[in-house]
């Protein structure tokens, strides 16, 4: 739950401390979602099987927000996002980044 980290984060900052976030684009989702096997989606929990470089594969649960959510999460915590970028384009991404930072401080 966004509100539930968001939260955490703001109560381990001192005000004006500096925070770093890089969690999976929202933008991206579907280049992620298509990374997985046996993918399932129920309501916001997404589970699929993703294979690894080194042969073996791994059993996932991810929970799917909305960038508004973050960013809504963040703010009423006192968190201002200062800067976002994202990164790791890949084909099947259409030019978004697979993943996003936020940069920012707490109020």
């Avoid at 997985?36 to 929970?63: K, W």
């Avoid at 963040?74 to 936020?102: D, Y």
Wanted: no cysteine; net charge negative.
């Amino acid at each position: 739950q966004p509100e539930r980290a968001a939260t955490e984060l703001s109560r381990v900052l001192k005000p004006g401390g500096h925070f770093l976030l890089v969690t999976a684009n929202p933008g991206a989702y579907d280049a992620w979602k298509d990374r997985y096997t046996d993918a399932r989606m129920e309501g916001r929990r997404f589970e699929g099987t993703v294979g690894l470089e080194d042969g073996t594969s791994l059993r996932e649960v991810l929970y799917l927000h909305s960038f508004e959510e973050i960013v809504t999460a963040l703010g009423s915590a006192g968190l201002e996002i200062q800067e976002t970028s994202t990164f790791r384009e890949t084909e099947k991404s259409r030019g978004q980044g697979l993943w996003i930072l936020l940069q920012g401080q707490k109020r």
